[in-house]
Each structure stands twice: as C-alpha cells, then as structure tokens.
C-alpha cells in the first residue's frame, strides 16, 4: 500500500507537470512561442512515457502477487522494462529546453534514474529474496519523488520567472529544501556531466568536449549556490 501511495503522488506530480508544460514560454516573437510550445510538447511526452513505464511496472507485480503470471513471466517482463525505461530517459538528453527551464529538466532525468535504481533493486529482490534490496527500493523511490518534486518546483519557479520578466509579477524561490539535498542534487547534476562528456576512460575526446563538461559543472555549482538555504 506504501508504494503504492508514493506511485499515485507520483503519477498526480507528472500530470501537473503535462497540464503546466504546453503554456509554458508563450510570449515574445513567433519563434520563441514555437520552441516554447515545442519544449513543453516534448517534455510532456516524456513524462506521460515514463509514467505509463511505471504503471506497466506496477501492474504486473500485482499480477504476480494476485497468482496471474509467474514469477519467471515477471521477471522476463522486467528486463524488457529494464531496456525500455533506459531508452526514455535517454530522451530528456534529447531536449532543448529555455535556460529557464534547463535544471528543472535535470531534475526530472535524475528521478526517472532513481526511480529507474529502485526499479532493479526491487527486481534484485524479486529474484533473491534479499530484504535488503527491498529496503533499497523503497528509499530510492522516495528519493525519485522527492526529486521529482523539486524538478516541479523549478519548473514551476522558471514560469513565474519568466512572468516576472514580462509582467512584474512576483518572483519566488523554492522554500524549504535542505541544504543537505542542495548538496545532494548537485553532486547529481555533476555525475551527469561526467556521463554526458567523459569517456569510457574518464577522458575527454577533445577539448571542445572539456569545455562543454567544465560548463556543465559551473551550471551545478551554480545551481547549489544559487538554492543553499
């Protein structure tokens, strides 16, 4: 019953995400509100993809539990989830969001990947039966929610910003995150970047790459100081 809780707030956060995303950045010229559009377009999809992925996923383990399928039918299930859901977060990558807009994106991607980490955790415990696992699981899919959340709050925030930009409304930043998730976000944001622009030995393919990777950084860094409390 936990999980499936912290699935439907889940699942409710993304469809605030859908409903805010198609109006977003609809000012300026026409070529502005049409990348707007599109951006908001894009990342809706993404999002309804990576829900409609995790309630595929929960579905069949109430299938097993309910006796429906077996235990191999699930797990043979989960390793095409496993590959499904690798190549929708590959999509976020695929993005050109608004500078506004570009850290909320990250810290979509980042739950999609920790909620993706709980995901093989439980399929650990599916197959060995170690609790640890299980225990695993359900911590980073609070972890996945609890950076989904954030991600909405700066999107969100990216909005009002750009609201304020135009209309003088008011402009807010996200209250109540700890330092200690500062941090931690952070760090995610720079692995990332280590991902993205480094190779498989850790190098750089060439300096215009180690330029790339040195600015992603100072993005991260700049995102930390910008939220620390």
């Known amino acids: 019953m936990k999980k499936k809780k912290i699935q439907n707030i889940i699942i409710l956060s993304i469809a605030i995400v859908i409903i805010g995303t198609i109006i977003v950045y609809n000012y300026s010229t026409d070529i502005t509100k049409q990348k707007g559009l599109q951006f908001g377009n894009e990342l809706s999809q993404i999002e309804n993809n990576v829900s409609d992925i995790q ?92 950076y989904q959340n954030l991600g909405l709050v700066e999107f969100q925030t990216a909005k009002v910003g750009i609201k304020h930009y135009v209309g003088g409304e008011k402009f807010e930043e996200p209250q109540g995150v700890s330092p200690q998730k500062v941090v931690q976000v952070s760090e995610k944001m720079k692995e990332q970047c280590n991902d993205q622009f480094r190779n498989e030995s850790g190098e750089f393919d060439s300096n215009e790459i180690e330029i790339e990777w040195f600015n992603c950084n100072n993005k991260a860094e700049e995102w930390k100081i910008q939220h620390m409390p």
């Open 55 to 146: 309630g595929k996923f929960y579905s069949e383990k109430t299938k097993w539990v309910e006796g429906d399928i077996s235990k191999e039918e699930l797990l043979k299930f989960y390793k095409i989830h496993i590959i499904e859901f690798r190549e929708e977060i590959s999509e976020y990558d695929k993005l050109t969001p608004p500078e506004l807009f570009q850290s909320s994106v990250t810290l979509l991607k980042i739950s999609a990947e920790t909620q993706l980490e709980s995901d093989l955790q439980f399929i650990e415990w599916i197959k060995t039966g170690d609790e640890a696992a299980k225990i695993r699981s359900d911590t980073l899919i609070q972890e996945s929610y609890e």
